[in-house]
């Protein structure tokens, strides 16, 4: 069974911080991972990464897969309130049907 | 351009009752995908669609229906409403297939639906 492991759960840092959230995945036929940050309502796509070593980088936010240790990390550099939210990972694996399988995410809280 | 969009918003159903959930999209998607969200859990892939006319089976499709008439709206029915489908339904839309790109989805508002 595929699976999407996230951590940590939840995380309070005051802003300005750096942090790092983790995901890790076990899947068959491994094609894509995404992030996607989740405030109050709808998740909305950060990054899709496919290729191992590739940093993908948005503004403070940047993302690096490894696909040999099978994890990505998802940096934010100066963290704001406005980063608050939940970070949701997935992993895209091909098969008889294509599978997107999701973690059950970070929750991210900034603090002033 | 309004993306995704669903209704209703939020809803109370008696056991045994039914309903649809409807989702439109305006970006001219080929995909179209039923999810719910539940505490503790990832999101779950219900019913999915790769085009007008087409559906099938997700992850957790027991006692749901979906219907894709039209391509830009996705239905998602409920037969015989049961407590255990309590949760949040979100609606996405991607413009490629899973495998080459269709990670990068556009959700819905979501659907909050309690079942008593």
């Known amino acids: 069974e595929d699976k999407v492991v996230q951590s940590p759960l939840s995380l309070v840092v005051h802003e300005g911080d750096t942090v790092t959230l983790n995901c890790s995945y076990e899947?068959?036929?491994?094609?894509?991972l995404l992030w996607y940050k989740q405030e109050k309502k709808a998740p909305t796509f950060l990054f899709m990464l496919?290729?191992?070593?590739i940093e993908k980088k948005s503004g403070r936010l940047s993302s690096i897969l490894d696909k040999k240790e099978l994890f990505s990390i998802l940096n934010i550099t100066a963290t704001q309130t406005g980063d608050s939210a939940i970070y949701l990972c997935?992993?895209?694996?091909?098969?008889?049907?294509?599978?997107?399988?999701f973690g059950t995410g970070t929750r991210l809280q900034v603090t002033l | 351009n309004a993306g995704v969009t669903q209704t209703p918003k939020f809803r109370v159903l008696k056991t045994g009752q039914s309903m649809t959930l409807l989702c439109a999209q305006d970006?001219?998607?080929?995909?179209m995908y039923w999810y719910r969200q539940d505490p503790g859990m990832g999101l779950r892939l219900i019913h999915y669609?790769?085009?007008?006319?087409?559906?099938a089976k997700g992850e957790v499709p027991d006692g749901y229906n979906v219907s894709r008439l039209k391509k830009q709206n996705f239905l998602l029915g409920l037969e015989s409403a049961a407590p255990s489908q309590t949760s949040v339904y979100f609606c996405?839309?991607?413009?490629?297939?899973?495998?080459?790109?269709?990670?990068?989805?556009?959700f819905g508002p979501g659907t909050r639906l309690t079942v008593t």
């Open positions: 996405a839309s991607s413009r490629h297939p899973l495998l080459t790109g269709g990670g990068e989805q556009y």
């Open positions: 899947v068959t036929n491994f094609r894509s």
């Open positions: 496919t290729s191992s070593g």
């Open positions: 997935a992993v895209v694996a091909a098969g008889t049907a294509s599978k997107l399988t």
């Open positions: 970006m001219n998607h080929e995909y």
């Open positions: 669609s790769v085009g007008e006319g087409t559906t």
